[in-house]
């Protein structure tokens, strides 16, 4: 991998036998896109048949991958996207939202229809995983893509997991404070890993070493 390479997955292109929902862009116009910056992460380890060295980073047994996609929309009524969605040969479905730059996942609704699709789409979605449901309307609309994430655990045997920078405690924190409002029994399928640990584990394999080195370069050197 060249240093002045702007896409550092150039390296794997060739290589490429995966399902991409909507079609990949062939040119990313900055690497600091959440779709730019799932594919780099997760892209090698694909590619690569490595995914299960993620077990220890989720602390869950999942077998073989039988399935991904980039860029994933739910086939459910919440159309829910993701930056990835994994389903595994165990019958684990795990959808991973990434986040680097932004500054909050706690964003807030901007449809003027809330009321219509909180009672047809996402009222009984978290009335299931809740604790306490009593101001659930409010909840969900206060912070809006972070509970459309966690309502994905609504689905059997389904993994929601937080993707960022090991420093962004400002985002662990909201998670955490979401995750202390959700029943034990889904609570435990809420997962938070970092890109730093990601990184960390592509650099252990010796296949994928060095483009991981020039991943750290790109996106952890600053």
């Known amino acids: 991998i060249k240093v002045g390479d702007i896409d550092p ?19 990313f116009t900055h690497l600091t896109s959440s779709q730019a910056l799932a594919f780099n992460l997760f892209g090698p380890f694909l590619i690569k048949d490595k995914f299960e060295c993620f077990e220890s980073l989720l602390g869950i047994p999942f077998g073989e991958v039988m ?11 919440t159309k829910s996207q993701f930056d990835l969605y994994v389903e595994c040969s165990s019958n684990l479905k795990i959808y991973f939202e990434v986040k680097y730059t932004e500054n909050t996942i706690a964003t807030r609704s901007h449809s003027k229809n809330n009321k219509q699709r909180w009672q047809s789409m996402f009222k ?38 937080f993707v960022f920078l090991e420093d962004r405690t400002d985002l662990k924190k909201q998670i955490e404070d979401a995750i202390r409002k959700v029943k034990d029994e889904y609570a435990s399928r809420i997962k938070i890993i970092s890109i730093d640990n990601i990184c960390k584990l592509g650099l252990t394999i010796p296949e994928l070493k060095a483009f991981y080195e020039e991943f750290y370069r790109k996106y952890l050197e600053y």
């Open 67 to 77: 399935n991904f996609a980039f860029e994933y929309s739910k086939k459910d009524l």
């Open 9 to 27: 997955l150039m390296a794997f292109r060739n290589e490429i036998k995966f399902f991409v929902v909507p079609p990949l862009h062939s040119c």
């Open 124 to 161: 009984s979605h978290m009335e299931k995983v809740l604790k306490d449901s009593t101001n659930a309307y409010e909840l969900f609309y206060s912070q809006y893509q972070l509970w459309r994430n966690i309502i994905a655990i609504t689905d059997e045997n389904a993994y929601s997991v």
